[in-house]
T-cell receptor, first 116, second 111 residues
Framework: EAGVAQSPRYKIIEKRQSVAFWCNPI?????LYWYQQILGQGPKLLIQ????????DSQLPKDRFSAERLKGVDSTLKIQPAKLEDSAVYLC??????????????FGPGTRLTVL | GEDVEQSLFLSVREGDSSVINCTYT??????LYWYKQEPGAGLQLLTY?????DMKQDQRLTVLLNKKDKHLSLRIADTQTGDSAIYFC???????????FGKGTRLHILP
C-alpha cells in the first residue's frame, strides 16, 4: 500500500514569508497528525485530526500556524508569517484511529523547512 | 508533564550488541515504543511493549521494561551498518492517543 505522502520535501523561505505544506495520508486512515521536529529533538505534536475534526491542537501556535483537513483526507499546514525558530522538519502521520498500539502511526518523509 | 529521556549518542562496533536506554516519567504510561529514523526519512515503528510486560523479543531486537524504575531499553544483537540511525523512545497512555517522544539516540556503527 502507498505510504504517507508529503510535499514539498524541502522549502527555504525568508522570515515573515508564508509557507504551506501538504499531506496525503494512507487511504482509509481516519486520524492525521502534524508534528514539528526541530534539529536534535524528538517530534512534537502540533495538531491531530479525526476525519475532518480537530482532536488536539493545544501545541499549535495559533497566532501563526493553521491547519485544515476539509474533506477528511488530505491536509495542509500553513505558517504565516514564518519566524527563524520555525526551521524544522514537519512530519505528517496517519493512523486508522483505533485506541492502543494497534493504532500505529505511519509517518511520511517530512518537509524540511529552513527560515532565513 | 510527561517526559522521556535518552542519551544522545552511542557508538558500537559492527557485530556487537547495541543497548539504547530510556527513562520516562509518566506512571500511567500504557504503551512504550521504539522508533527508528534514517536520514531524510520519517519515523518507522520498530517495536512496542505493553506496560504489563517485562520483555519482548523480535528477531534481533529485545525490549526490556522495568516499570518500577520507569526504564526501557532496546538491545540490537549483531549490529549491522544498516542499523545506523536515530532511535526514539516514546510512550503513550490510555487518556489520549498522544505519543511523547524522547530526543533520540544516534547510533553510530564502527567498522
Amino acid at each position: 500500500e502507498a505510504g504517507v505522502a508529503q510535499s514539498p520535501r524541502y522549502k527555504i523561505i525568508e522570515k515573515r514569508q508564508s509557507v504551506a505544506f501538504w499531506c496525503n495520508p494512507i487511504s482509509g486512515h481516519a486520524t492525521l497528525y502534524w508534528y514539528q521536529q526541530i534539529l536534535g529533538q524528538g517530534p512534537k505534536l502540533l495538531i491531530q485530526f479525526q476525519n475532518n475534526g480537530v482532536v488536539d491542537d493545544s501545541q499549535l501556535p495559533k497566532d501563526r500556524f493553521s491547519a485544515e483537513r476539509l474533506k477528511g483526507v488530505d491536509s495542509t499546514l500553513k505558517i504565516q508569517p514564518a519566524k527563524l525558530e520555525d526551521s524544522a522538519v514537519y512530519l505528517c502521520a496517519s493512523s486508522l484511529g483505533q485506541r492502543g498500539p494497534y493504532n500505529e502511526q505511519f509517518f511520511g518523509p517530512g518537509t524540511r523547512l529552513t527560515v532565513l | 508533564g510527561e517526559d522521556v529521556e535518552q542519551s544522545l549518542f552511542l557508538s558500537v562496533r559492527e557485530g556487537d550488541s547495541s543497548v539504547i536506554n530510556c527513562t520516562y516519567t509518566d506512571s500511567s504510561s500504557t504503551y512504550l515504543y521504539w522508533y527508528k529514523q534514517e536520514p531524510g526519512a520519517g519515523l518507522q515503528l520498530l517495536t512496542y511493549i505493553f506496560s504489563n510486560m517485562d520483555m519482548k523479543q523480535d528477531q534481533r531486537l529485545t525490549v526490556l521494561l522495568n516499570k518500577k524504575d520507569k526504564h526501557l531499553s532496546l538491545r540490537i544483537a549483531d549490529t549491522q551498518t544498516g542499523d545506523s540511525a536515530i532511535y526514539f523512545c516514546a510512550e503513550s497512555n490510555n487518556r489520549d492517543d498522544k505519543i511523547i517522544f524522547g530526543k533520540g539516540t544516534r547510533l553510530h556503527i564502527l567498522p
